[in-house]
Every structure is written in structure tokens, then in C-alpha cells.
């Protein structure tokens, strides 16, 4: 069987109970550059199945006490990830359309050519890399707006420096800046600066994790590890092996889940949530935080070994606030990008210029984006007037919003921007505790999460 680039090479479990034809495909698959495992009846496969993610499954359909259709279909009910190549002894046509019914890629017959094996391996492989993708596709579909830094100031050109130099280099970055900066937008650019790029990129957010959810999300779980696993499934570690894992708000993981993922980049292993066996990864991190780690750790927050283990390259985005160049550019860029064609170019009213220039953006880069957005919709033509900015003079930061109220002076201000200032107050009083303000606000987390980044707040 010829070699296989590393690329290419699957991870197989072999389910065949005669043991020199397991043993011989084992051997002849691993010289071909494959990771191996094997099992000798139905039992001991479903087991290693359940540990593990792999590639393909070669399994046979009459072994001792196993019915290999049944093992299919279970096999199948649990992840639908492997590819599964049926083979036997005793083939039938019915037998074949049953076996491709119930989910098995092909279905071959005894004695096992290894050229014809081999072609349908590699084919089987493709496929299942082709699935893998469009998992990681979708993860990545749902956190993705558009991912271009746009900017020519002194500290948005240090970092896209930093990030072609740190990019080159398979280490570990932190990502330091204030919500709405774009640290996604930088660690993206990390990624397709670095080798890993034609690799998958997988995001998470730690903040959005519970003490209960965060295991399952990040190292997968086995059937039947809590009440709701009715399937196995690949954490987001595995997901992003040979790519890069970008984990923001790394601040916010809890002290246990800390521990392992100290571990993970330690020995690059884990173990999924209910399994017993270590799972290896290479996976390139990228974290971000829009806290002080040193003083969580301070605290006693965050664990000081972690906090040293993943500042070894260190990126830090400035502020909106502070490169007051990059703010018309950004505007240009969101008018062209963020709304329809319709007729004509966009115009900028120079009052609304000027606004754009005087408000000191505390949402950084998120609400301009978010506020470009909302202006273009409400646009009667297409200029952005200063009409259009709930900041914009006469009434930069009105001290009527904070009670809602209308003045002869100062019209009605919309729902939205009382909404956007009392939330902001909220979270002033409670230092930015999200649980707390949520409390207060009446509402679960993920719907303050969803307004704070409609409204460019910090999240």
C-alpha cells in the first residue's frame, strides 16, 4: 500500500474478528502512513468508536455475537463524522443496499484486494475531510462579519507587524484589548500569517460558557456522559487540530476548566467529557482578553501558571479612542461593505464628520460599525447627516438620557438609545459584572450578550 502524505493520513478502527486479516490490514495501513486501531468483535469496536473520533471504519459484517448492520447503525446513530467501509465474506446485493441505507460508504467483499482498498480509503478520506470542513465552516459562519483590518495610524500599523512576525512563529499569542477593538479580526490575521492557514480556524467564546456547558464544548463528550448525550461528539480542540483555536474572553474560563486546558498545552492531550483515554491534538492557540489577566490573577481568578504559559507572545490593540485616523476610513469602509448598493456613492456630511471625529467611542471599532449600519437604514438618501448619530452635537451625551426625558431644547431621543445608556449604567454600577447586571436588568445573559454587541457596548 503506498505511502499517503501527512495531509492525507486517516485515523482507521478496523472491526474484524479474523485475526490475521485484522492484523495484516492494521500493518499494511500504518506502512502507509495511517494511524491505526483494531478490534475483534462488535463490542470492542462500539468501545474504541466511542473514544475516539475517527476518519473511517473498516467493519465487518459477520463476526461472533455481532451483527456488523446493527453495529453499523449504532455506530452511525452516535456521530455521523467516520466514513464507514462494510466488508464480508458472504456479500449479497441486498445485504450491499442495506448496508448503504443505514449510512456506509461502500461495501466490499473477502479476500480484501489492498489496491481496491486502498483507492476506496482515499476516497473515503476525502469525503471525510470534505465533512470536517463544512463543520468547521459552519462554526465559523456564524461568527463571521468581515474579517479586513483596515486602518493606516501608528498602533494599528505596530500590530499588523506584530502579527506577521508572531504569525511566522507556532506559539501560543495573547490578544490584549478593550471589547469592540477587533481582537477576532487580529487573530484571524495570525492565522493566515502563520503555516496553519490552509488549516481550520475555530472560535469559541469563554464568556458565553457555563460551569456546565465549557467541558463538553471544549473537549467533546461520550454517549451517555450526562443525561442529554444521546450521541458522542468532537469538542472544539479536536475540530481545530492542525489549525488554530482563537478562545476569547480567556479571562472568563472558570479555575477547573483552566487546569485542563493548562494540561492540553502542556502534552497536547485530553480527554473527552466521560472517557478514559488521552487524546492527542495540535492545535496553535490564540487567546484574547479585554481584562487585566495579572490582576485576575491577582484575585485569584485566573491561574498564574496558565497566565505565563499563554503571555509568551503578547499583542495589544489600542483603543478607537486612540487612533482617531482610522475612524473615516472605517466609516468609508462599513458604508461600502455593510449596506446595499442602491444609487449612487455614500456621502458624509462634514457636521457628521466632525461628530465621528469628537465621540471618544467607548464600543470602539464594533459601534461604528453597528452605528454606520443603523444610519445608513434610517438614511432618506444616501448621506450619513449628523442627524443620523445619536451622539452628534447638540446633544453629545445628553444628560436628559440618563432619565429618557425631552426637553424644547433636546427632542425625543429613540427607545433604543435610552436602552443603550441605562444597560452602559448598569454595568458601570456592578464593574462590569455581566451576571449581576443581567439580574438587574431582568434578563438571562445570552440577551444581554446580544444587545451589548448590537449596541457596541463592551462585552
Same mark, same amino acid.
Not at 475531510?129 to 498602533?155: A, C, F, T, W, Y
Not at 481545530?240 to 480567556?250: K, N, P, S, V, Y
Given at each position: 500500500?503506498?505511502?499517503?502524505?501527512?495531509?492525507?493520513?486517516?485515523?482507521?478502527?478496523?472491526?474484524?474478528?479474523?485475526?490475521?486479516?485484522?492484523?495484516?490490514l492494521r500493518d499494511e495501513l500504518r506502512r502507509g502512513g495511517h494511524r491505526v486501531q483494531i478490534a475483534a468483535n462488535g463490542e470492542e469496536g462500539l468501545a474504541r468508536y466511542r473514544e475516539e473520533i475517527y476518519n473511517v471504519?473498516?467493519?465487518?459484517?459477520?463476526?461472533? +455475537?455481532?451483527?456488523?448492520?446493527e453495529i453499523l447503525k449504532q455506530m452511525k446513530s452516535e456521530s455521523s463524522v467516520p466514513e464507514i467501509i462494510m466488508f464480508t465474506g458472504h456479500g449479497t446485493i441486498e445485504t450491499a443496499v442495506e448496508c448503504i441505507k443505514h449510512g456506509a460508504y461502500d461495501y466490499l467483499?473477502?479476500?480484501v484486494k489492498l489496491d481496491e482498498l486502498d483507492l476506496v480509503i482515499t476516497k473515503a478520506v476525502e469525503k471525510n475531510?470534505?465533512?470536517?470542513?463544512?463543520?468547521?465552516?459552519?462554526?465559523?459562519?456564524?461568527?463571521?462579519?468581515?474579517?479586513?483590518?483596515? +486602518?493606516?495610524?501608528?498602533?494599528i500599523l505596530r500590530v499588523l507587524d506584530t502579527v506577521k512576525r508572531w504569525g511566522a512563529v507556532d506559539e501560543h499569542v495573547l490578544i490584549f484589548g478593550e471589547s469592540g477593538t477587533g481582537k477576532e479580526l487580529v487573530a484571524r490575521a495570525v492565522h493566515e500569517a502563520s503555516p496553519r492557514k490552509e488549516k481550520p480556524f475555530v472560535t469559541i467564546n469563554c464568556g458565553r460558557l457555563d460551569v456546565h456547558t465549557a467541558e463538553s464544548e471544549l473537549f467533546g463528550h461520550m454517549q451517555g456522559a450526562f443525561t442529554s448525550a444521546v450521541k458522542g461528539r468532537a469538542g472544539l480542540f479536536e475540530l481545530?487540530?492542525? +489549525?488554530?483555536?482563537?478562545?476569547?474572553?480567556?479571562s472568563e474560563m472558570t479555575l477547573d476548566v483552566q487546569v485542563k486546558l493548562l494540561r492540553i498545552l502542556e502534552t497536547g492531550t485530553f480527554r473527552?467529557?466521560? +472517557?478514559?483515554?488521552?487524546?492527542?491534538?495540535?492545535?496553535?492557540?490564540v487567546f484574547a482578553t479585554n481584562k487585566k489577566l495579572e490582576?485576575?490573577?491577582?484575585?485569584?481568578?485566573?491561574?498564574?501558571?496558565?497566565?505565563?504559559?499563554?503571555?509568551?507572545?503578547?499583542?495589544?490593540?489600542?483603543?478607537?479612542?486612540?487612533?482617531s485616523e482610522d475612524i473615516l476610513p472605517l466609516t468609508w469602509y462599513f458604508l461600502k461593505t455593510n449596506t446595499s448598493g442602491g444609487q449612487g456613492p455614500w456621502e458624509i456630511a462634514p457636521e457628521a464628520m466632525a461628530a465621528l471625529r469628537a465621540y471618544h467611542w467607548p464600543g470602539n471599532v464594533r459601534e461604528l460599525r453597528n452605528t454606520i449600519r443603523r444610519a445608513s437604514i434610517l438614511a432618506r438618501e444616501r448621506v450619513i447627516s449628523a442627524d443620523l448619530l445619536p451622539f452628534a452635537p447638540p446633544r453629545l451625551f445628553p444628560a436628559e438620557v440618563q432619565a429618557g426625558a425631552a426637553t424644547p431644547e433636546t427632542p425625543p431621543l429613540p427607545l433604543w438609545v435610552i436602552e443603550r445608556e441605562h444597560i452602559r449604567n448598569v454595568l458601570d454600577r456592578v464593574a462590569g459584572n455581566k451576571s449581576k447586571a443581567a439580574k438587574i436588568l431582568e434578563i438571562d445573559r445570552k440577551t444581554l450578550y446580544t444587545k451589548l454587541e448590537r449596541y457596541g457596548l463592551p462585552a
Open positions: 500500500m503506498p505511502n499517503v502524505k501527512q495531509a492525507d493520513a486517516a485515523k482507521i478502527l478496523i472491526v474484524e474478528d479474523e485475526k490475521p486479516l485484522r492484523e495484516l471504519v473498516l467493519l465487518d459484517i459477520r463476526m461472533p +455475537g455481532s451483527d456488523g448492520v467483499t473477502k479476500p475531510r470534505l465533512r470536517l470542513e463544512n463543520i468547521n465552516l459552519k462554526l465559523e459562519m456564524q461568527r463571521l462579519d468581515n474579517h479586513q483590518i483596515v +486602518g493606516s495610524s501608528p498602533g481545530a487540530h492542525q +489549525g488554530t483555536l482563537f478562545m476569547d474572553e480567556i473527552r467529557l466521560g +472517557g478514559n483515554r488521552d487524546i492527542s491534538v495540535d492545535v496553535r492557540f490582576d485576575r490573577v491577582e484575585a485569584g481568578e485566573f491561574r498564574e501558571d496558565l497566565f505565563h504559559r499563554i503571555n509568551m507572545l503578547p499583542i495589544h490593540i489600542p483603543p478607537l479612542r486612540e487612533r
